[in-house]
């Protein structure tokens, strides 16, 4: 089992910047990738980024791809995502995931694990 505790949500203006975090707990041994993903009211939840258990693969959505960058501490259990030129659209509830995987996942079935979710609210 891993548990993972996102943190670093908040109220950002458009334009702003916020870093979440998501560190994970348990059974940190084994080699898991980690994805973020997001669900805006209404809506259904999204892909946002995903990164190997190496750090050496990435995948960002679209929509973030050279504004949100994912980043991972194998050492500090943590993984990152750097979120800079905010916009309204960004507003979500954003997860983080672990996949029991060494290969970037995009889809949410591949993983088996989920924080509890961190909430990122965008003022225009």
């Known amino acids: 089992q891993v548990q993972l505790v996102e943190s670093g949500g908040g109220l950002a203006q458009a334009g702003g910047s916020l870093r979440l975090s998501c560190a994970a707990s348990?059974?940190?041994?084994?080699?898991?990738?980690m994805g973020w993903f997001r669900q805006a009211p209404g809506k259904e939840r999204e892909f946002v980024a995903a990164?190997?258990?190496?750090?050496?693969?990435?995948s960002h959505a679209e929509a973030v791809k050279g504004r949100f960058t994912i980043s991972r501490d194998n050492a500090k259990n943590t993984v990152y995502l750097q979120m800079n030129s905010l916009k309204p659209e960004d507003t979500a509830v954003y997860y983080c995931?672990?996949?029991?995987?060494?290969?970037?996942?995009?889809?949410?079935?591949?993983?088996?694990?989920w924080g509890q979710g961190t909430q990122v609210t965008v003022s225009s």
């Open positions: 995931a672990a996949a029991q995987s060494i290969w970037v996942a995009t889809t949410a079935s591949r993983y088996d694990y």
């Open positions: 990164i190997s258990w190496s750090g050496a693969s990435t």
């Open positions: 348990g059974r940190t041994s084994d080699r898991y990738t």
